[in-house]
């Protein structure tokens, strides 16, 4: 019995294994089949994953190596760039992939002062099917896949225009001028490395603003001048930039006598000044190069044995002839003295005690308002390489001490100012030289603020930002003019809806910030309250606040490179 049932169950055993052996004979090439296309889908899904990697890859390297300003360009060693990246990518590639970028249009976000662009890249890749056989891909040994096109957003700052108006009074001096400088130079290099097209201007006022004439003075050194911006009133209009140089005393009366001491003190200056500069010139060499002798001299007939004066630059007189400007002998230089000798020596005398000419009654406040804009209102005169406070020479001589003078160098040759004005420039190197400069003199707040408007105006960028920097109250005569501007005359608005008026390259913003490098804080509120408005004003004391407190100003207009 126990054999039979053995017996039995082997046979049956033997039937079920034949049937399963041929089951699994015919079974095998469909699971061959299907695990040969389970293999492609995932070579073809993990391919696939891996493009949709690269494409933004790709996406970041053209966006970095293109800018938003060259509209859109795709070089042909940029295409290669990419190409190459995506093969090493898939080395076994059956060819080269194809990368395509489609650019947008550059468009502007005027909320952040941003140009931005887009970037759309594509890329089609080819690959070999793991297992090929003809059945399992009609035909086709290689696959193609492809990544929906990405956007990439490339944003960068617009350019913007940015004047510093840097108090260089003699409070200035040592450690305050050192912070000055870092964060000077720190800033400047934030905002062009921001956008390279950004333009930096630098107004260093103390009483006047410091300039350099472009011309050299007599021994080719530096000529030095001051510059304010201001319509004088009838009682205080004469010719600055004549009157700058020339000695005055109300003792003289008599047009001879004028011609005659103005012309004496030009001939002791040419004698101890310009003769005695290295190399010092003989008396007889002074006199050929820069010196005319006359036939006649004396009080009498107005003029001593030698006139001496700059030959350089010619004018033309009354008559229509083409004279020297410096010559104080010309018809329309002697009809200057003739009218205005005496307005001349009132307007010498009251600096004296103000420590400006742009004092409170000389000031025609609603023309300058309007003049402001241009350049038809600037004054400028020379400051001759003298002793700071000698006032024959040097006749408005409590007027822009920080241009230097004599006493330091004692030589026209080598002379050097100690702080200048700097025009709008992108050119870090001549922005640099504001480490070389230094203060001195009196406080002029409002007289920095208004010359610094025509360099402005000179800007061709969508965003102007004024930034005054200052360690304390103006001096007194100064004080009542900045009071007088500020409250009664309203002078920050004007200047913000002059610029957006004027201006002619479609200007969208002026801003106005005032910076206090001390603990002040009734300062702080005054130009808050009547120029900066809330937010626009506050103190900062050391380097890095001054810097943080700055870009924190800047942020909205400079912004950053982004992606």
Known sequence: MLTRTVKQILTRCRDQRGTIMISFAVLLPILMVLIAL????????????????????????????????????????????????VKNFFPEASKMPEVVVDFSQVAT????????????????????????????????????????????KKQVSRPVDVVFVMDFSTSQQGSRMRILKEVFRELTDYILASNPESKIGMIPFSSGVAVKYPETNQRGGPKAGCSVLFVPKKDWAIDYAFWGDKFVDKKYTKLTDQ??????????????????????????????????????????????????????????????????????YTKRAQRTIEQQYAMAFKVRERQ?????????????????????????????????WDDR?????????????????????????????????????????????????????????????????PVMMKGTNPRKIFVIMSDGEDSKAPGIVTDRY??????????????????????????????STTNSDKRVNYWKDFCTGEGNAAKAVNRQAIVSLIKGYLSDEIGNFSQ
């Open 259 to 328: 011609s005659y001491y103005i012309d004496e003190y030009r001939r002791k200056y040419y004698l101890n000044r310009v003769g005695q500069s290295r190399p010092a010139l003989t008396v007889d060499a002074l006199n050929k190069q820069w010196c005319r002798k006359n036939d006649v001299w004396g009080t009498k007939v107005g003029q001593t044995q030698y006139s001496c004066f700059d030959p350089r630059f010619k004018i033309l007189d009354l008559d229509g002839s083409r004279v020297a400007k410096d010559d104080i």
């Open 109 to 152: 976000d005027k909320t952040s002062n941003a140009e931005y662009m887009t970037y759309h890249p594509s890329i089609k890749v080819e690959l070999p099917f793991p297992f090929y056989h003809a059945t399992l891909s009609e035909g086709a040994k290689n696959f193609t896949i492809s990544a929906t096109p990405l956007t990439v």
């Open 389 to 453: 406070d000698n006032y024959r020479y040097r006749v408005y001589n409590q007027m822009c001490h920080n241009v230097g003078w004599w006493g330091k160098f004692g030589d026209l040759t080598g002379a050097r100012l100690y702080s200048w004005l700097i025009e709008l420039t992108n050119n870090a190197n001549e922005l640099h030289q504001f480490q070389n400069m230094e203060p001195q003199g009196w406080t002029a707040t409002t007289s920095g603020l208004v010359r610094s408007v």
């Open 38 to 85: 389970g293999v492609n889908s995932v070579k073809m899904f993990i391919a696939k994953a891996k493009l949709t990697d690269v494409v933004a890859e790709v996406g970041l390297i053209v966006s970095a190596h293109s800018s938003v300003n060259n509209k859109g360009q795709y070089p042909p060693e940029l295409k290669n760039l990419v190409t190459r990246y």
């Open 352 to 384: 004296r005690s103000t420590y400006t000419i742009e004092h409170d009654d000389a000031i025609d406040y609603e023309a300058t308002l309007n003049q402001m804009f241009g350049e038809q209102a600037i004054i400028t005169f020379p400051m001759l």
């Open 486 to 515: 500020l409250k009664k005359y309203n002078l920050c608005e004007k200047i913000r809806s002059g610029i957006l008026e004027r201006s002619k390259d479609h200007t969208e913003r002026v801003d106005i910030y005032y910076v």
